[in-house]
């Protein structure tokens, strides 16, 4: 999270800072460190695609949490793009048992620390229908994420949608300075799902100016290497920038596209938006929640579907609802806000535990795992 930092990241800190300002004490922890439990009310726990790691402190804290799913799909990529050994196994497998014999081989490898041994016999799915069901509150991304977690889980969980965000002192948009209108940006971590590859081969040669800003994925050195190589003269690479200098960039770039092969949100789309850049988009995921008709959607399979969005995008007026949409409701503080208001409900939950009859055995039930 703190060395390939990317949208996840930005949305832990901008939660715990605008949670600070409406008087919430939050603290941001790693997996691996050694928590003080005593000190905190609730924990807030974010990506349940890692289970291992949720479960391992919740069954040592035996307090009341709360999740950000973040529920990614990899699909896809895994049985489309992803070569090798590893992508023929990965195509036979559910999207919860291609993440399980992924999070295994990080362990093997050496990569990741496994913290919790029962995973290795509960398994991905079974870890996370836990989670789900013991968690207080779980905040999902969008209506359509809660939706997916629902039928992909089977559980009708307490789940609540929470909006990402972009911050409005960061992210100022000033009219009167132009655009340039032959620069695409691509800002996000370089790794096959966001699948810049065929962003390269989409736009390679042509008269666009492709900036891509983001760090490498620590876990795919080739894949990074081949869009290197790949990548003709008008493709520029920059390491990744802290918010207050991208939106300088932002507000230069005339398109920014994320292609990826699956997008919750696509924070950086979000915030190139709000500084007036034409977004060009994955049509898989949760976007169009986000974007409706506003957004220029593209097949991620396809460098054909790439370049004819970029180029319509190109050409194209800002659309000025769509700023005015995600200032009005797609900030942090709103985010802040609503997550505040279900901190509070439920430490009033469990300050009188006879009105929810979820709390009796809570802390048994996660021992037992």
Same mark, same amino acid.
């Not at 959607?297 to 004819?308: K, T």
């Not at 319509?312 to 700023?323: H, I, M, N, T």
């Given at each position: 999270?703190?060395?390939?930092?990317?949208?996840?990241? *930005? !949305?832990?800190? !901008?939660?715990?800072?605008?949670?600070?300002?409406?008087?919430?004490?939050?603290?941001?922890?790693?997996?691996?460190?050694?928590?003080?439990?005593? %000190?905190?009310?609730?924990?807030?726990?974010?990506?349940?695609?890692?289970?291992?790691?949720?479960?391992?402190?919740?069954?040592?804290?035996?307090?009341?949490?709360?999740?950000?799913?973040?529920? *990614?799909?990899?699909?896809?990529?895994?049985?489309?793009?992803? #070569?090798? *050994?590893?992508?023929?196994?990965?195509?036979? &497998?559910?999207?919860?048992?291609?993440? @399980?014999?992924?999070?295994?081989?990080?362990?093997?490898?050496?990569?990741?620390?496994?913290?919790?041994?029962?995973?290795?016999?509960?398994?991905?799915?079974? /870890?996370?229908? =836990?989670?789900?069901?013991?968690?207080?509150?779980?905040?999902?991304? $969008?209506?359509?994420?809660?939706?997916?977690?629902?039928?992909?889980?089977?559980? %009708?969980?307490?789940?609540?949608?929470?909006?990402?965000?972009?911050?409005?002192?960061?992210?100022?948009?000033?009219?009167?300075?132009?655009?340039? =209108?032959?620069?695409?940006?691509?800002?996000?971590?370089?790794?096959?799902?966001?699948?810049?590859?065929?962003?390269?081969?989409? &736009?390679?040669?042509?008269?666009? #100016?492709?900036?891509?800003?983001?760090?490498?994925?620590?876990?795919?050195?080739? @894949?990074?290497?081949?869009?290197?190589?790949?990548?003709?003269?008008?493709?520029?690479?920059?390491?990744?920038?802290?918010?207050?200098?991208?939106?300088?960039?932002?507000?230069?770039?005339?398109?920014?596209? &994320?292609?990826?092969?699956?997008?919750? /949100?696509?924070?950086?789309?979000?915030?190139?938006?709000?500084?007036? /850049?034409?977004?060009?988009?994955?049509?898989?995921?949760?976007?169009? =929640?986000?974007?409706?008709? @506003?957004?220029?959607?593209?097949?991620?399979?396809?460098?054909? $579907?790439?370049? !004819?969005?970029?180029?319509?995008?190109?050409?194209?007026?800002?659309?000025?609802? &769509?700023?005015?949409?995600?200032?009005?409701?797609?900030?942090?503080?709103?985010?802040?806000?609503? *997550?505040?208001?279900?901190?509070?409900?439920?430490?009033?939950? @469990?300050?009188?535990?006879?009105?929810?009859?979820?709390?009796?055995?809570?802390? !048994? $039930?996660?021992?037992?795992?």
């Amino acid at each position: 999270m703190l060395t390939v930092k990317g949208g996840d990241t *930005i !949305q832990v800190f !901008q939660t715990a800072k605008h949670l600070a300002r409406l008087g919430i004490s939050a603290d941001v922890k790693l997996t691996q460190e050694k928590i003080n439990y005593s %000190n905190y009310d609730l924990l807030h726990f974010f990506n349940i695609t890692r289970p291992a790691d949720i479960l391992f402190h919740i069954q040592k804290a035996g307090k009341p949490f709360v999740i950000t799913t973040i529920l *990614i799909d990899y699909s896809d990529f895994d049985k489309i793009y992803r #070569k090798g *050994i590893s992508g023929f196994i990965l195509r036979f &497998l559910s999207a919860d048992n291609a993440e @399980y014999i992924k999070a295994m081989a990080r362990f093997l490898k050496g990569q990741e620390r496994l913290m919790t041994r029962s995973y290795v016999w509960m398994g991905q799915r079974k /870890c996370i229908k =836990e989670i789900l069901t013991h968690a207080a509150m779980v905040f999902s991304n $969008s209506h359509m994420e809660s939706k997916k977690i629902t039928q992909r889980y089977g559980l %009708n969980t307490n789940c609540v949608a929470v909006s990402n965000g972009v911050d409005p002192e960061v992210f100022a948009y000033n009219e009167q300075i132009g655009k340039d =209108e032959t620069l695409v940006l691509c800002v996000g971590r370089i790794e096959g799902i966001k699948n810049q590859l065929n962003l390269i081969e989409a &736009l390679n040669n042509t008269k666009y #100016k492709l900036l891509i800003i983001g760090s490498a994925a620590p876990n795919q050195p080739t @894949y990074y290497r081949e869009c290197r190589r790949t990548a003709a003269s008008n493709v520029h690479f920059m390491d990744f920038v802290e918010q207050s200098e991208l939106a300088l960039y932002y507000q230069r770039a005339k398109v920014h596209v &994320l292609a990826s092969w699956f997008e919750a /949100c696509g924070l950086s789309s979000l915030e190139a938006a709000a500084m007036g /850049c034409n977004i060009v988009i994955t049509a898989n995921g949760y976007t169009r =929640e986000y974007y409706e008709g @506003y957004a220029f959607y593209c097949h991620p399979e396809s460098p054909a $579907s790439i370049l !004819q969005a970029v180029n319509e995008a190109a050409v194209s007026g800002f659309p000025k609802k &769509l700023r005015e949409k995600i200032l009005s409701v797609y900030t942090w503080p709103q985010a802040a806000a609503r *997550i505040a208001k279900a901190y509070h409900h439920i430490q009033h939950t @469990y300050e009188h535990p006879h009105r929810n009859n979820r709390v009796k055995g809570y802390s !048994q $039930s996660l021992r037992r795992l």
